[in-house]
């Protein structure tokens, strides 16, 4: 029986345990509610922050529940099949668990970048902070832990696997050798998963020449995977200046997101050409590219901005003949960090052939460039060294991303009233060339405005509010 202390020291663990799940639950939640409101802002829709904040708690509603429903409900086995694509619904949790799985990976190392300073205060509010910052998740990996246990696939169990382990990665208060230990196991388990269950697919039999079907599209989308995870943080050590990061860790970043953009947007495609609308493949790739480009771009603003050098902008100030190398190094990180993952898409549409779409997609790249450079320029966000890690919260770069994503929907013809033949007509590649001249006018502009934003920039927010 336990002592009256035994059970108040207990209650009070829990206590700290709750009160740091809530704190962190609520900042992410402000952290949102103020990135959506600055994002609408920018693209020119103005929300009131209750807007905001009441779509942000339909979202988590709507969350639970499917959450609660994914508890209870066994669906179908035969997935999308009946959509032509020939994923069963083993497939598809299969395959959701193993991204979440990643998901919490990443999440960790988020709060380990963000709030290093709370790490070692205490074990339960850590343990506490951690899952406030991923509750949402946590939910989702219940609900995909029992989806996978009631289908009796091998590839469904490592699925499982990988989730559960994820799931306590996520929140541990782990040494970095058992996180290291953990984080490999899960990528071993997420990775015989996904070869499981795509040795054992019955669809990659049927029309599998060579040159042609699945299979060797899938051969495809996989060598592209591993180039570009291998290529991006190469390309990146080779190209960035000296003094710019450089961390193990921010390799690794760079490899694992840019590989999954290059994934999302070629399995996109290929998924695409087996529903009825065969022709919208090349622009859902399009958009799906861009839209992890949005996030890609604010992941590592730190290395690809003018805003990263934080106090030597006030030290360039002295000397105005440094703004247009800044400029322009700031430019060629963002085409390097871009570079692999735009050119094995490229070559992915070119081996489908879709020409037009290639060209498309490096004029919108182009352009993409060029619109974050200017949106950052004229929207920089001046803080103090403490609060750097903070950065991708407050910059606007993304928002280049999010208008080419926007732009690569209207040229789908919104996806219903594009004709079968469009991807082959010659208006692609007239809009191509009239994107790339913009793209060339507006860094021009960016390059000939560098002088006077310097001269205007000043610090106008020194912490948060």
């Known amino acids: 029986m336990n002592s009256p202390d035994v059970t108040q020291r207990r209650t009070r663990v829990y206590a700290v345990v709750l009160s740091g799940c809530k704190a962190t639950f609520t900042n992410d939640f402000r ?38 429903v994914g508890m209870v409900w066994t669906p179908q086995p035969a997935g999308l ?12 949790v299969s395959i959701a668990a193993v991204l979440l799985a990643v998901a919490l990976i990443q999440a960790r190392r988020r709060y380990s970048q963000s709030h290093r300073c709370w790490n070692t205060v205490s074990a339960p ?21 029992l989806q996978n246990l009631r289908w009796h696939e091998v590839s469904n169990l490592l699925a499982v696997g990988a989730l559960v382990i994820s799931s306590f990665l996520v929140v541990a208060p782990l040494k970095r050798t058992a996180n290291r230990v953990l984080v490999i196991l899960i990528v071993a388990l997420s990775a015989s998963s996904l070869i499981l269950l795509f040795a054992n697919a019955w669809w990659l039999e049927v029309d599998d020449t060579l040159g ?15 180039l570009t995870a291998a290529s991006t943080p190469v390309l990146y050590w080779v190209a960035a200046h000296p ?11 760079l490899s694992i997101k ?16 087996m529903t009825p609308w065969p022709w919208t493949a090349p622009f859902i790739a399009l958009v799906v590219f861009f839209s992890g480009v949005v996030l890609y771009r604010s992941s590592f603003v730190r290395i690809s901005s003018p805003e990263t050098l934080g106090f030597a902008l006030f030290l360039v100030r002295l000397k105005p003949s440094w703004v247009k190398p800044l400029i322009i190094r700031s430019l060629v990180t963002a ?34 460039i060029s619109i974050d450079a200017l949106i950052v320029q004229r929207r920089t966000a001046v803080m103090p060294a403490s609060h750097v890690a903070k950065l991708a919260q ?21 996806l219903s009233t594009a004709a079968p033949q469009a991807t082959n007509g010659p208006w692609l590649g007239i809009a191509s060339g009239g994107l790339t001249l913009v793209a060339v006018l507006l860094a021009a502009l960016v390059l000939n405005d560098a002088p006077a934003w310097l001269r205007e920039l000043s610090a106008t927010e020194t912490e948060d509010t």
């Open 394 to 414: 407050k910059s606007k770069a993304g928002l280049g991303a999010a208008l080419c994503a926007g732009l690569a929907v209207v040229f789908s013809g919104i």
């Open 31 to 68: 952290r949102r509610s103020h990135r959506f409101q600055d994002l609408l802002s920018s693209l020119g829709f103005p929300a009131h922050a209750t807007t905001i904040n009441n779509a942000l708690i339909f979202g988590h509603l709507l969350t639970l529940l499917i959450i609660g």
């Open 125 to 145: 509010l850590g343990v506490g902070m951690r899952a406030g910052l991923v509750l949402t998740d946590l939910g989702l990996a219940g609900m995909l832990i």
């Open 258 to 273: 840019a590989a999954c953009i290059f994934l999302l947007s070629s399995l996109a495609l290929s998924v695409m050409e």
């Open 81 to 92: 099949a009946t959509l032509g694509i020939p994923l069963s619904t083993p497939d598809l």
């Open 335 to 368: 085409i390097v960090v871009t570079a692999p993952l735009t050119f094995m898409l490229c070559v992915f549409l070119l081996l489908g052939k879709y020409t037009q779409a290639a060209v498309l997609l490096a004029a919108l790249v182009a352009l993409e």
């Open 212 to 226: 042609s079907g699945l299979g060797y599209k899938l051969l495809l989308i996989m060598a592209g995977t591993v």
């Open 243 to 253: 003094r710019a990061l450089r961390g193990c860790e921010l390799l690794t970043d």
